[in-house]
C-alpha cells in the first residue's frame, strides 16, 4: 500500500471485527474467520463477476459520467465500493473509508490487468495478506 494509512490490516477495523464475527453467528460456524477475505460474503459481493457486473449497472445508472473503460479496472472499482457498502452501509460522498490491504491485494489479485501474463492466474487461488519480514 502506498501510505501508512492505508497499511491497514481487516482485525484493526471495529466493524470488519463484526462482520467476521457475524460469521459464527449467521452461518453457525465453529470458529470466525481468520480475516475478512475468507469470509463467504466477501467473495460473493467482492469477487463474483456477476455480482459486481450487476453493482457496475447499477453505478452507471447512478452516475452517468462513470468511467467505462476496461473491465478488470471497472471490477475492483466496484469490488471496492461493494466492500465498504457491505461493511459500513451507505457512507456518502464526502465521508470515504480505507480498505484493508488484504483486501485491495485479494481484489487485485482476481482482477489484474491484462498486460500480465494471463497464464500465470488460470488457477489462481488467493491463500491470504501476507506480511513482510521485517529485518
Known sequence: ???ARECLCCCELDQLRVKREESVTLLRQDT?????T??????ANCLNAWTLEVAWLSYKQ??????DGPQHKKYRHVAY??????VYGYCGKANRKVIPACAVCCIRAHFPPPTLN?????DFQF?????????
Not at 470466525?32 to 475478512?36: C, P, V, W, Y
Not at 465500493?81 to 457491505?86: A, D, H, I, S, T
Request: charged content about 20%; glycine content about 4%.
Open 81 to 86: 465500493r461493494q466492500l465498504v457498502r457491505w
Open 62 to 67: 447512478h452516475y452517468s459520467n462513470a468511467y
Open 127 to 135: 491463500t491470504g495478506f501476507q506480511l513482510p519480514v521485517l529485518h
Open 32 to 36: 470466525e474467520f481468520q480475516g475478512i
Open 38 to 43: 475468507d469470509h463467504p460474503s466477501f467473495e
Open 118 to 122: 494471463e497464464a500465470e492466474f488460470a
Open 1 to 3: 500500500m502506498d501510505t
